[in-house]
């Protein structure tokens, strides 16, 4: 399996994403192809952590209006990723 850089989008960061940190769950906007096993790898190599486990969910469209037309937003991956005991993502420490 190769490891491409564009599996991980962006993190997420909110509320609730802030408490699941305590927990060392971080949470990431990822491409809708990728797998549980590329995106552990990818957050393996990208922030040199190794994580237990990797949640994947598929984030479905919603209704929406722009301008009075009708219109959704677009689909997409969200993963939650588990880190051992100690360790931490350090671009979120910052926020």
Excluded: H
């Excluded at 192809?33 to 990208?46: D, F, H, T, Y």
């Amino acid at each position: 399996m190769e490891f491409n850089e564009d599996i991980i989008i962006e993190p997420i960061v909110t509320e609730k994403s802030n408490t699941m940190r305590e927990r060392n769950k971080y949470g990431f906007k990822v491409d809708s192809r990728s797998n549980k096993k590329q995106i552990k790898r990818a957050i393996e190599v990208l922030f040199n952590v190794r994580p237990l486990k990797c949640n994947i969910i598929n984030c479905k469209r919603k209704p929406r209006r722009v301008r009075y037309q009708p219109g959704y937003t677009a689909t997409w991956k969200k993963a939650i990723v588990t880190l051992r005991e100690g360790e931490k993502i350090s671009i979120f420490e910052g926020v």
